[in-house]
């Protein structure tokens, strides 16, 4: 059995967001055709300091700090990376984390190495070009690049350099069915105000900068139906003023929600919407999720994988970044043509299991660890 060590910044226990769930993910898939999976992480609290879970074992040195998102370790979690390295026959590296660039540039190890390229820099600016001479030392060391989709590759300044471009693939970020609850907690319904057969669209995610939130609270103005936003994050109480201000009475926040709920508000929502607006938003594995259960998706064009996850009038309806106007119009489209929320939701479904599925996903991944490892 070939033993994959996956390294990112932050791993489930800790607070969960949508690159630790691609990380579960594919070692669920991968575990199914034969790979044995570590995920090397950093924590605030790296109690226990291993942690073995369904997907596989979990690895945490301490987090001493984290500016601009990038979590730092210290001299002991070089020493553990190290010596993950020398037990496993292939890294795999998510992108952008700088101090794991360091780390794999200080350890010396011979493991070959798998970068998957989640997203551009593309906030931090200086502190882009003060890593970029780190960044571009791990992108040719590596063996190979993988995208997540061939928009990415196309409008990315860094994945189309002359330099790497010949080693990048592209395997789509997936979700194994069977690792999602098949009930739902129908209680939250009552709970959020929602009514037997009332139509509703739904937002679930992080509340950050990036998420478009506040265009699709302007947009509320246009709708006659419910919007749930679901989680909780930095933006929170800036986006409730804005509801307030807008006098959007029909956008509901519901705070974080657990996996039973979100099966429920899923399985129902009229579509999931994800009105993000800036390239931090390199994929949207939510898109993935509303697709398993056959909901049509809405999103904005940003030259991501947003618009390879839903398609144009394919499984779904996808209108320019933070214009409230086509956000409003597009929710109305499917709003009262119910025959073409119907045919975007068996899309949805369709490109799933095309593209997104665990078997899909575990067959890429293991086939390209193992080319690696030989």
Request: hydrophobic share 40%; with cysteine.
């Amino acid at each position: 059995m070939l033993n994959a060590l996956h390294v990112y910044r932050t791993y489930f226990p800790d607070p969960q967001g949508g690159m630790q769930e691609a990380i579960r993910q594919l070692c669920l898939a991968t575990q199914a055709v034969g790979i044995s999976n570590t995920v090397y992480t950093l924590s605030p609290q790296p109690h226990p300091v291993e942690i073995f879970r369904e997907e596989g074992r979990v690895v945490r040195s301490r987090s001493w700090a984290a500016p601009a998102s990038c979590d730092l370790g210290g001299l002991g979690a070089l020493a553990r990376f190290r010596q993950l390295s020398k037990q496993s026959d292939v890294l795999h590296f998510l992108f952008p984390w700088p101090y794991a660039d360091l780390m794999h540039a200080l350890a010396g190890t011979k493991t070959p190495a798998v970068l998957t390229y989640v997203s551009d820099v593309v906030r931090q600016r200086l502190l882009g070009k003060a890593y970029a001479p780190l960044m571009w030392r791990t992108l040719r060391s590596v063996r190979a690049i993988v995208a997540n989709c061939p928009a990415y590759v196309r409008t990315s300044p860094i994945l189309s350099d002359r330099s790497i471009r010949d080693k990048v693939r592209v395997i789509p970020l997936g979700i194994v069915e069977e690792s999602y609850p098949v009930d739902g907690d129908e209680s939250v319904f009552p709970r959020l105000g929602l009514e037997e057969g009332e139509p509703y669209f739904l937002f679930i995610g992080v509340l950050r900068y990036y998420k478009g939130l506040h265009t699709l609270i302007k947009a509320a103005q246009q709708v006659k139906a419910r919007i749930v936003i679901a989680g909780s994050g930095p933006e929170g109480e800036s986006l409730r003023a804005l509801a307030e201000q807008v006098g959007a009475r029909n956008v509901i926040f519901a705070g974080q929600i657990s996996d039973h709920e979100k099966v429920a508000l899923l399985k129902r929502c009229q579509a999931l919407v994800l009105p993000s607006h800036l390239r931090s938003e390199a994929y949207g594995m939510v898109l993935v999720e509303a697709s398993i259960f056959g909901r049509p998706l809405v999103s904005c064009e940003i030259g991501t994988g947003t618009s390879f996850v839903n398609a144009h009038e394919e499984s779904g309806l996808v209108v320019p970044p933070e214009d409230a106007a086509a956000m409003g119009g597009a929710l109305n489209i499917l709003l009262k043509d119910s025959s073409s929320a119907d045919a975007f939701g068996r899309g949805a479904r369709a490109r799933y299991d095309r593209f997104f599925s665990g078997p899909a996903l575990g067959r890429a991944y293991a086939d390209l660890f193992r080319e690696v490892a030989t």
